[in-house]
Every structure is written in C-alpha cells, then in structure tokens.
Nanobody, 116 residues
C-alpha cells in the first residue's frame, strides 16, 4: 500500500520560510509526478507545485511562482516544498500528492499557518 507522510508544517510569521517534506513508502520513481496541493477553509483544493519524478521538470501557479520550490531526493524517497516569503493567504492544509498509472495517492495533510 502506498503511503505519503507529510511533515514540516507549523506557524510562521509573514515573510518567513518553511520546508515541507513528503516521505513515500515506495520509490518515488514509481510515480509519474508528485506534487503539493493546499486547501484553505471554505476553498477548493488547489495546486501549489508539481515535479516530474524522472526528469525533474517543475510547475508552479502564478500565486507561488518565485517563492516556492519543489525538489526531490530519490535516495530518501522524499519530495520537499521550500516555501519562502510566506503570506497570510498561504495559510492552508498542504497535501502531498503522487500520480501513477495505478492512480492518485494523497497524504494526510499538514497545517501551515502564516500570521500577519
């Protein structure tokens, strides 16, 4: 069974940084893509960043481009999300996501709260 376990969330002041980690229970090369989504109260879940596990290409929406960076460590089967210059509107539960031909997989989420 595939498991994705997030860590690294917490409370930070506006302008600060956090790094989220997503540890997979299997080799991340098994997945075609991995990424991060977030969901704020009363809002839909939205994409934050994705990475193609084989080639390393990344994609970000304009809302986080230049502030967030996704990376992977194949040896540790872990994907990271470095978040800099955080804003109060970044407050949300952040979910790790992985996609393969076997389907979609989600982590349990980690709370990120940015105070103004």
């Amino acid at each position: 069974q595939v498991r994705l376990v997030e860590s690294g969330g917490g409370l930070v002041q506006a302008g600060g940084s956090l790094r989220l980690s997503c540890a997979a229970s299997i080799m991340i090369f098994t997945f075609d893509t991995m990424g991060w989504y977030r969901q704020a109260p009363g809002k839909q879940r939205e994409l934050v960043a994705t990475i193609i596990t084989s080639g390393g290409s990344t994609h970000y929406p304009d809302s986080v481009k230049g502030r967030f960076a996704i990376s992977r460590d194949n040896a540790k089967n872990t994907v990271y999300l470095q978040m800099n210059s955080l804003k109060p509107e970044d407050t949300a539960v952040y979910f790790c996501h992985a996609f393969s031909r076997l389907g979609n997989h989600w982590g349990q989420g980690t709370q990120v709260t940015v105070s103004s």
